[in-house]
């Protein structure tokens, strides 16, 4: 009998741990962006600095456990045409899954369109914090996304490995 009770304990504790890690995963840690508080910038072919384009319809997530959790979905006026002649095209852009419940960003839809051309990747902030850049995708029917994700220099520091030549010096701590 106390086996029984012992083994119906450790599935139970089992059970609850696993739904609270599933629930701080996908939902404890987000906060909704406000629109107020934030813009859709991209970088400027001529400038080199990021300028806010004009949006609408913007709805976006954020966590403050990971710098690469940030996701946002928005429409723009702005010509697919106009984009691409002045901002700056991110060729290696890899959308990353959003939770299940933030409906308007299906990783997997931006990542086929973006391979197939349908849509293109944009540079919006290079370094939004270190080694982590926020990324731009853009539909030709003007829907787009937001994320962060890894650059070539964070993926070396994050290893543990020193900054390559021409990337910024990481902050203390991170190296």
């Not at 901002?87 to 839809?109: G, R």
């Amino acid at each position: 009998m106390k086996l029984k009770f012992l083994l119906a304990s450790i599935v139970m504790i089992a059970v609850a741990a696993g739904a609270l890690l599933y629930y701080l995963q996908v939902y404890a840690y987000y906060e909704e962006v406000s629109a107020e508080v934030s813009s859709v910038e991209l970088t400027s072919i001529h400038t080199g600095a990021p300028e806010e384009i004009l949006f609408e319809n913007f709805t976006a997530i954020d966590s403050d456990s990971s710098p690469i959790r940030y996701r946002a979905c928005f429409t723009t006026p702005v010509s697919y045409g106009s984009l691409t002649d002045n901002y700056v095209i991110y060729d290696k852009a890899e959308p990353l899954v959003a939770p299940s419940w933030f409906n308007c960003f299906d990783a997997k839809e931006i990542g086929a369109a973006l391979e197939t051309g349908e849509a293109v990747a944009f540079l919006g902030t290079e370094n939004v914090s270190y080694g982590i850049d926020r990324i731009v995708a853009v539909m030709p029917d003007g829907r787009g996304f937001v994320w962060h994700q890894i650059n070539h220099c964070g993926e070396v520091v994050f290893d543990g490995d020193k900054a390559p030549e021409g990337c910024p010096v990481p902050p203390e701590g991170i190296n």
